[in-house]
Each structure stands twice: as C-alpha cells, then as structure tokens.
C-alpha cells in the first residue's frame, strides 16, 4: 500500500490491485492505524470498478465517518448515479482533498 501524510489527511492507495483484498485490509487498517485523520482512497488504478466493489468499502467509510472524520474514494469508473448517497466518491484526488478541505470547515462551524 503507498501512503502520502499531509497536513489535514492521509492518501492510501492499493499496490496488489486486488480491491476485494484492499478493502477488507482497510476495514482492519483505518481504525486502528488511521483514527483521528481524514483519509482519501485512490481507486483510479481501478478503471473497470464497479459498484459491487465500491460496496466493499462501505462499511469502513460508515464507521469512519461516524468518528467526525472524512472519508473520500477517489475513482472515475463509476456511473455517480449509481453510488449511495452514504459514500463520497469523486473522479480526482484534488476534488477529494477539496471535499476534505469543506468538511473540515463544516466542522469547524459545528455542523
């Protein structure tokens, strides 16, 4: 797995390209490793992915945002019409540090 720190959040990204295996050793990873920070997941390496993989990911990104934190995938192979409403999804990383960027904002004014 590549991770990039920054200041406000943390980019992870798959090197196995297995996503089934990705998703389920971030469901272990995020709370324990990554708690108290946002986190972007770059799935662009993923160009046929589908919604049965973004689902995969949808119980990590409950739980982390139930923590006050972000949580953004970032991939631009999926229809946005198909992706639930409880899940952050946007085609470009830097459109995903910006959606990090008004969350953090948003909680600052208490929202």
Request: glycine letters at 2%; zero cysteines.
């Amino acid at each position: 797995m590549k991770i990039k720190n920054h200041d406000n959040f943390v980019v992870l990204e798959d090197e196995q390209y297995d996503i089934a295996d990705f998703a389920s050793f971030l469901e272990y990873q995020i709370p324990n490793k990554y708690k108290g920070q946002n986190v972007i997941v770059n799935l662009l390496s993923y160009d046929s992915m589908t919604l049965q993989d973004l689902l995969l990911f949808l119980k990590t990104s409950n739980l982390h945002r139930k923590t006050k934190q972000s949580f953004v995938l970032v991939n631009d192979a999926l229809n946005p019409d198909e992706i639930p409403m409880e899940m952050i999804v946007v085609p470009t990383v830097q459109e995903a540090e910006d959606i990090i960027e008004m969350e953090e904002i948003e909680r600052d004014l208490g929202f």
